[in-house]
């Protein structure tokens, strides 16, 4: 069955670092990756999709690497804040982006 | 835009009870989604709409479940009878179908069933 895996236990960084997240899949071929960010007691938000054909996204202090070889993307947030901290989940969709599946998140701490 | 609303925000109930959350997506919006999110197994995808149309519902957990669209800026989910392990945070979340694949998530509805 299609599997996504992030790192179950939280992240803790200190403040000015950059944090790196983690998402491996299994017996998938997604089409689209996305990466969003939950606060508690709040729905995702939206924050980067990066593409199949394409290896690297940015965005401001954000950056998301997708290697489908690897079967693994890589979600950077760089000179890290403590307004960062909160947990981050890694989504796949096919093609169309409908059919969207989430992995169970990353908890993100960022000490000051 | 005042983004995807939902209502409730918390609903508790007794099991047995019926249970309807409701869902306004962003105007202009043609897929809308329902989610279901627990802490033993995370945010999962129960239904999908396209143009009012539901496109995959192999989410649903139970006949229990179901959902309606019955125009482009109303959607319901409603679960008949309520079972405590129903009890789940649910969020409604819509987007463009027309390449632009980012969801937008509502607030969610907190559902508690004794």
């Known amino acids: 069955s299609q599997k996504i895996e992030q790192n179950s236990e939280a992240l803790n960084i200190q403040e000015g670092k950059t944090a790196t997240l983690t998402c491996n899949y299994t017996?998938?071929?997604?089409?689209?990756l996305q990466w969003y960010r939950q606060d508690p007691g709040r729905g995702p938000v939206f924050l980067l999709l990066?593409?199949?054909?394409?290896k690297e996204k940015r965005k401001e202090r954000l950056k998301v690497t997708f290697d489908t070889t690897l079967k693994q993307s890589l979600f950077h947030i760089t000179a890290s804040q403590p307004a960062d901290s909160a947990t981050y989940l890694c989504a796949l969709a096919n093609t169309g982006g409908f059919k969207t599946i989430f992995g169970a998140g990353t908890r993100l701490f960022v000490k000051a | 835009d005042a983004g995807v609303i939902q209502s409730p925000r918390h609903e508790v109930t007794e099991m047995g009870q019926e249970v309807t959350l409701r869902c306004k997506p962003i105007s202009g919006h043609n897929s809308l989604f329902w989610y279901r999110q627990t802490m033993m197994r995370g945010l999962e995808l129960l239904i999908y709409f396209n143009n009012n149309v539901p496109i995959d519902d192999s989410g649903m957990p139970e006949d229990r479940f179901s959902a309606k669209m019955p125009n482009a800026s109303f959607s319901t989910l409603k679960i008949q009878p309520s079972e405590p392990r129903d009890s789940a945070v649910y969020f409604c979340a819509s987007t463009l179908s027309s390449g632009v694949y980012e969801q937008y998530f509502g607030p969610g509805t907190r559902l508690t069933v004794t």
């Open positions: 990066i593409r199949e054909n394409e």
């Open positions: 017996n998938y071929s997604p089409a689209y």
